[in-house]
């Protein structure tokens, strides 16, 4: 059972990152113990980012360089918070949308059809990850990058940090910038797994729920048919009818249990949802005005992830629970697909048409992921986003060349 539960890459690593934050469901005592100490860790790195950027964004701001510089990393440590926020207050559901896939997704032994499924599954859940992490590590990077860069050629006391403190300290100085520039670079690296992890975790379940509802309207299709191929053939087994009708009767079963999953991941994700829509929308504005109208490479190759690696950060979101209403629509298709004019006027025939009326009755109204209750969740809401944040962009444009 261990090794069908591991046999998924993409469950692998968001486990594995899930748990350095903290947030996993631990096996024993010891590994609680573990979890704890990386969750105070992870609590205690990004409450020291806020600290930092709060008194800059303080100090900074008259300054409009130094205000966008600043906001880039407060959206960036705000989407973590509530994120955190949001996983920490639901918690036990979030933990019983494990188990549950631990046991009913991930440990079960698939047919054919539903191991192919799986395997691209995985493989798109592998390549998102993959692609989560790579956006954020390069912008945590570049933070930790820039001073290096920066710090060329200059005299001691006018080296740079990753983020300014402003205290009362010889930080420039040696050894106290090292430890300091260890602290950030350390931190930094930290928000930025805290980021993607969650990113990661949303995501990983939204494309393996799908990958369920696939599978489900596939054992539908599948039943109807043996049954009417068992009628032609004369096996009794079949032509009784008990058998097809406890087999439908547990396509409707698993129908309606990913029904109610879908609610439980809606309850935890909705607001992780909205907090980064609208926060991703803002960094797409801010990175994309300074990148456009900086004049130096390094300006724009600073504020390039920040634009661009949101905007490719939005469209994961939204492609993965597009997916989500896609294959419950595809559901209904599934269904309706079924032959079930060749059924026979039987008691069986009508049970199984009854309950194709019913399914196709409950999926009518798509599984949906919602942004804070308010919007579903689709590739038309990443559309609609990137449509209003250019429109702010050039506002922005706008209004800077008319001042300059």
Known sequence: MGDRKNKYRSVNLTRFYMKIVGLWIPRNKFEEKLLNVALLYAVAAILFAIAVE???????????????YNLCATMLLLKIMIKF???MYYR?????IIDYAERNFWEVDYDEYGTKVLKECDRKGVMLIYTFTLIVQLGALNYIYTPLVENRGKNETDRMLPFKLWVD???????YYEIIYTIQSLSTIHSGICTFCFDNFVCCFNIHVAAQLKIVGHKFEVVVDEYLESLNDNIKCFKDGRSVRSLFANCVRDH??????VEKMEQAFTWILLGQLLLS??????????FATSNTIRIKFFFFPHCFGNILQIYLYTWACNDIAHESNGLSTCVYNIKWYLLPHDETGKMIKHGIVMVLCRVRRPLVLTAGKFAPVTLETFKSIVSTAVSYFTMMQQMSESTG
């Open 281 to 290: 929308s803002i960094s797409i504005c801010i990175g994309g005005f300074r």
């Open 169 to 175: 300290l010889p930080v420039t100085t040696s050894p």
């Open 85 to 87: 926020s949001s996983f």
């Open 256 to 261: 309606l249990k990913l029904v109610k999953y």
């Open 54 to 68: 709060s008194v800059d964004l303080y100090y900074v701001r008259s300054d409009f360089d130094g205000i966008t």
């Open 92 to 96: 036990n559901i979030v933990y019983n």
